[in-house]
């Protein structure tokens, strides 16, 4: 399994970005997709995440109502649409799966992508 994550930037507070996270891999090894995020000095968090089959979502309080993850499995990618993004969001933002966990703990996961930068200006 390969995940490639893409689409981050510098935005101004308030404004909008779209990552996109790209899988490889046998889909039963990938049921889930999962995005993280690390500012830093800080721990790695949970920000949202997709079940592939059924396109269930949960998400992070902190980002409910400003965030949207979907997914396209004809193009095996999943979107991170975020709104309304503030300063405290800037972070580096990355994709995970694992074929068994499917939460908010980022040391289950077993397959990582390469982070995109997500740097918001006040």
């Known amino acids: 399994v390969q995940l490639q994550a893409s689409g981050g930037g510098l935005v101004q507070a308030g404004g909008s970005l779209r990552l996109s996270c790209a899988a490889s891999g046998r889909a039963f090894s990938r049921p889930y997709i999962g995005w993280f995020r690390q500012a830093p000095g800080k721990e790695r968090e949970f920000v949202a995440g997709?079940?592939?089959?059924?396109?269930?979502?949960n998400y992070a309080e902190s980002v409910k109502g400003r965030f949207a993850i979907s997914s396209d499995t004809a193009k095996n990618t999943a979107y991170l649409q975020m709104n309304s993004l503030k300063p405290e969001d800037t972070a580096l933002y990355s994709c995970?799966?694992?074929?068994?966990?499917?939460?908010?703990?980022?040391?289950?996961?077993?397959?990582w992508g390469r982070g995109t930068q997500v740097t918001v200006s006040s």
């Open positions: 997709i079940w592939w089959t059924t396109g269930r979502t």
């Open positions: 995970a799966t694992d074929p068994y966990y499917s939460g908010s703990d980022p040391s289950r996961y077993r397959y």
